[in-house]
Structures are given as structure tokens and as C-alpha cells.
């Protein structure tokens, strides 16, 4: 039986208002993809947050929808997962989806990542964005 994660939300800087659970959201995804979670952490930052989390782990000098963390050497998974609600929003805007909906996806891509999935190049970019957007079609409700 896989363990369900604790789940901690904290640090909201956005200035965008998230209206839907996000824990209860992340759980579900988790239990879908009957991942092993030790403990998961989601923190909300800024744009200007994200960006110099992104220029300082990654060199990429911009704002960003997330960054993942999977800092579990074992086979189960202690996540970090950093959002950004307001890049979101901008993508929902660019993408034409609603705001709840980019959301979720993006959970689901940050939990993908903590699982091994990777999207570096555009063939396992491609991959995963048919692989979110499936569980994303299982888990709509």
C-alpha cells in the first residue's frame, strides 16, 4: 500500500487568488499515480521569487510556472514544489484555458517531474504534456 504524503501549502506571495484546494487536488494526483510520498511541500512564490529561484538552480534569467524538487535519495519521494500563480494565470491567458485548469496541469507536470519524468528535450517534452493532459482528462471532476 503506497503511504499518502503530508502535504503542506505555505507561503503565498501571489497575487493571484487560488480557489480551488490544492492539497486535496496534489493527493488525488498522487493517489492516481500511486505515487510514494514521504512528505510533500508546495510553496507559492512571486514571479520575482521564482525567477531568481530559476536563474540560481537553473541559469535561466525568468519567471517561471514551477520548479521541483525530488530531495529523497531513497525510492520514495520528499518533495519541494515551488508554484507560481501568477506565471500560471499568463499561461492560461497564452494557452486559452481556464486559470483552475493550467493549475492543476501544472501540479500534475511538478509531480511528474518528482516522479523521474523529465522534459528537456522536445520528444520527452511532447511525452509528458500528452501524459499531464491524460491525467488531467482522468482526474477532471
Not at 5 to 17: E, K, R, T, V, Y
Not at 69 to 81: A, K, M, Q, R, V
Amino acid at each position: 500500500m503506497n503511504k499518502l504524503p503530508d502535504i503542506i501549502i505555505n507561503n503565498d506571495q501571489s497575487s493571484i487568488p487560488v480557489n480551488f484546494d490544492i492539497a486535496h487536488f496534489s493527493l488525488a494526483v498522487c493517489q492516481h499515480l500511486q505515487l510514494v510520498f514521504d512528505h510533500l511541500e508546495i510553496t507559492l512564490l512571486s514571479p520575482a521569487a521564482i525567477q531568481v529561484m530559476n536563474f540560481d538552480y537553473f541559469k535561466n534569467d525568468t519567471p517561471t510556472d514551477t520548479i521541483s524538487f525530488n530531495l529523497s535519495p531513497d525510492e520514495g519521494i520528499t518533495g519541494d514544489i515551488y508554484l507560481c500563480p501568477d506565471v500560471i494565470y499568463e499561461n492560461s491567458k497564452r494557452y486559452a484555458t481556464q486559470f483552475n485548469e493550467e493549475f492543476k496541469i501544472v501540479i500534475i507536470h511538478s509531480l511528474l517531474h518528482l516522479q523521474g519524468h523529465t522534459d528537456e528535450t522536445t520528444d520527452d517534452h511532447e511525452k509528458m504534456n500528452q501524459l499531464q493532459q491524460k491525467i488531467y482528462q482522468e482526474l477532471s471532476y
